[in-house]
């Protein structure tokens, strides 16, 4: 699959405050791109350096191939964005809203066009309404209708699910869901409710205080044929040990002090739990965790994660 | 570039604050065309009463013309708060509302996207000052008729003849458009820096209000820094009404007493509008959209 994003050691500073430091990732076409990380972990401000609103210290960005910063133009014509809030013109109904910005990407809108837009986010009924009225799942689906007006190829969803009710939710997921299935579109999302990143992404970048700690498909982060195992034991030192110096060492993963975590293959769950024992380590549980929240808090907090436990 | 300045326009237009200054104007000029039509000649008696001892005056001394010179005077110190509110919220009214993030996502550089909107801000301070000449000058001539213009001073008293009048009107318009747009421009230069419209209209006022008064202070330290201040020159329009005499004190039709001094005036005006214009798109080139 060609590479739509590419990002390369990008950083960002305010200050003396490193908000994205020496990031590199990669977005592929068709990709659903989930983009996580903690508050203040530096997903904005890599979404923003992505629209041009703010300007790297360092690094570079290609999208399709063209440096951001020389192509821009070019690049922002293929590309649909909705950043944290659907902030639209109240003043204006959905359909001026909408037409405002297809003529600012570049395209003459007709009432054939803005209709179909709008009839795609379920707002048809409403184009002349002004958007003061509207409520925050309205504002979020006018949003979306805003970003894909010009039928980009590439939609940029900074919090896409913020203030929006569980019905809001499955709403902007099936959207999301249908961007990608039915039209094609590559999407980078960002988001801080895991379970819903889970149903819709297919590949994951995870960041932490700026920095990139995990990317990858989904499928093989959360392959459902394997298992992340939490081993905690009353000699956790040794555990560990033993874990490092095993057949096992390989699966071992990043984890909090007293607790070792391991990913398995699920038919081999038994082997080890047996090998363990034999091996002089006092288990004192097993436990297994494959969501990706769980995946998500045993990288970015591993000690917060095992407390809450 | 004209669709950006078009869908600018648009959204101007679409905002209940853009009316307030064309009510305004209407309401002041309105109810100052009343109080004289009511109560005009005997306003005019009294502020001719020292000429009438010395002159035979006949003929109608309150016309169209005279009001809309008082209504000039009257009202260039009152508009540019009004300018204000619609130019101070060009980009900081944006940022407010959270829609400049999406602007700027556009593809649309930000130097066109913000000269688009610079140049909005002039074209509704033009179209202020057309308002404001239509209800000034055009219904005053229709209200009160023409005559010859007579201006009283505190040393000497101007009269100009009726034919020789209107086109002083149009470029005294022009020039108060002029001083007008300069207005425009430091509100929307103030703009770029502030979240939210508040501060760049009243930091805008202040700048005028304070260069204003140093103007009126005659001190050797403020001297020194008044022909380079914006404000020193926005009643350069009065220079369209100082005429030329002959030998026989008789009025030389189509003359204007001192034109350099217009014309510098005007120069000085410019150079502030370009100036507040490039400082704009550079800092709106650096700026980082956090809002």
Redesign the interface.
């Known amino acids: 699959m060609p590479t739509i994003i590419e990002i390369q050691h990008l950083s960002k500073k305010f200050g003396d405050f490193h908000a994205v430091r020496d990031l590199s990732f990669k977005v592929n076409k068709g990709d659903v791109c989930g983009f996580l990380g903690q508050n203040g972990a530096g997903k904005s401000t890599t979404i923003r350096m992505l629209l041009t609103l703010i300007r790297p210290t360092s690094g570079q960005i290609f999208i399709q191939g063209m440096d951001l910063f020389k192509h821009r133009n070019e690049i922002l014509k293929n590309t649909g964005a909705v950043i944290e809030r659907p902030d639209l013109y109240n003043y204006l109904t959905a359909a001026e809203n909408l037409s405002v910005f297809a003529r600012l990407s570049g395209i003459r809108p007709n009432r054939k066009l803005i209709m179909n837009k709008l009839e795609q986010v379920g707002l048809a009924e409403r184009s002349t309404s002004k958007v003061k009225i509207f409520s925050q799942g309205m504002k979020q689906r006018l949003g979306i209708a805003v970003a894909m007006v010009h039928d980009p190829s590439l939609i940029i969803l900074d919090e896409p699910t913020n203030g929006l009710d569980p019905q809001g939710i499955a709403d902007m997921r099936n959207l999301i869901n249908s961007l990608s299935r039915d039209f094609g579109k590559t999407l980078l999302v960002s988001s801080h409710l895991l379970s819903e990143m889970e149903q819709i992404a297919t590949r994951l970048i995870i960041i932490d205080r700026g920095s990139k700690i995990v990317e990858g498909e989904m499928k093989d982060l959360l392959d459902p044929e394997h298992v992340m195992l939490e081993v905690t034991a009353s000699n956790p030192d040794l555990c560990y040990q033993w874990v490092c110096q095993s057949s096992w060492r390989e699966f071992v993963q990043p984890s909090a002090k007293n607790v070792t975590v391991i990913k398995v293959q699920q038919g081999n769950i038994p082997v080890f739990t047996r090998e363990l024992v034999l091996a002089g380590i006092d288990v004192v549980s097993i436990k297994p965790r494959n969501t990706l929240e769980e995946y998500f808090l045993s990288l970015t907090n591993p000690l917060k994660n095992v407390e809450s436990n | 570039m004209w669709?950006?300045i078009s869908?600018e326009l648009?959204?101007v237009f679409?905002?209940?604050r853009t009316f307030i200054a064309f009510a305004a104007i209407s309401a002041i000029v309105g109810l100052i065309q009343m109080g004289f039509y009511v109560d005009g000649e005997s306003y005019i008696k009294f502020g001719m009463q020292a000429l009438s001892d010395s002159f035979d005056i006949d003929g109608k001394v309150l016309n169209g013309y005279l009001l809309a010179y008082i209504i000039l005077q009257t009202l260039l110190i009152h508009v540019p708060l009004l300018i204000a509110l619609v130019a101070g919220d060009m980009i900081s009214g944006e940022a407010n509302?959270?829609?400049l993030?999406?602007?700027?996502?556009?593809?649309?550089?930000r130097d066109k996207l913000i000269s688009a909107k610079f140049l909005a801000s002039c074209i509704y301070t033009l179209m202020l000052l057309v308002w404001m000449a239509i209800w000034a000058l055009f219904v005053s001539m229709l209200i009160f008729g023409t005559d010859d213009l007579i201006i009283m001073k505190s040393e000497l008293v101007t009269q100009i003849i009726e034919k020789d009048t209107f086109w002083r009107y149009l470029a005294a318009f022009g020039f108060a458009a002029l001083a007008m747009v300069t207005v425009a421009s430091l509100a929307f230069f103030l703009s770029i820096f502030a979240e939210n419209s508040i501060g760049p209209i009243i930091a805008c006022m202040s700048i005028v209000i304070l260069f204003t008064i140093l103007n009126t202070l005659n001190l050797p330290i403020f001297n020194i820094v008044k022909p380079y201040l914006f404000t020193s020159h926005m009643l350069a329009w009065k220079g369209f009404f100082d005429v030329k005499v002959n030998a026989d004190n008789e009025q030389i039709i189509g003359s204007v007493e001192n034109i350099p001094a217009v014309m510098r005036s005007a120069g000085i005006l410019t150079i502030h509008i370009i100036g507040f214009w490039a400082g704009s798109i550079i800092a709106f080139r650096?700026k980082?959209?956090?809002s």
């Open positions: 669709n950006l869908i648009f959204k679409r905002k209940p509302m959270g829609t993030r999406l602007l700027v996502t556009k593809p649309v550089s650096r980082d959209i956090l």
